[in-house]
């Protein structure tokens, strides 16, 4: 990745600092600088939602990752507080927006643009899908190989993603 990036904003002595937007070729961050690093209150957006947040000294320190739709990313201790996408309650975060109710039919097989690219006995992984037969997670784009996921994974994706019908 280009780590050169385009800064807008405030400076003092040369440096980053105020407010801000510093553009990477894949990255956005919007926010305070101090001394030419994050600081403050402040969002990173990237490919499939945002960091956002208290940054101190370049690292975000209190805040959470919000996906596109709004989600806020919550740390998972205990497999009881994962209250969406399971086997008892299918529905995606924007379904449950959407006022779709457990046992309604659902209106989405899938919470990005390659909902209808997902072969049937795959899991959709949301960055590709796991073929089950070959142990290993795909692009949508390509079809290339993305990685091999461990035993752990494999149970995760079968417990938590969706799997192709048709």
Known sequence: MNLIGEYSGDQEN???HGKGVYKLENARYEGNFRNGEFHG????FVEGGSFQGIWRQGKLVEGCFVFKDDLKHKRVEDKK?????????PRFYNEILEGVKVGDKLRHQSAHRYATSLPKGCYDTIDGYFDPKKHTVFSYDNNEELRIPDK????????HCRIGLD
């Open 14 to 16: 040369g440096r980053y």
């Open 41 to 44: 209150e402040g969002r990173m």
């Open 81 to 89: 507080e994962w209250d969406y996408c399971t086997s008892s309650d």
């Open 152 to 159: 752990r994974e494999i149970d995760w994706i079968k417990e």
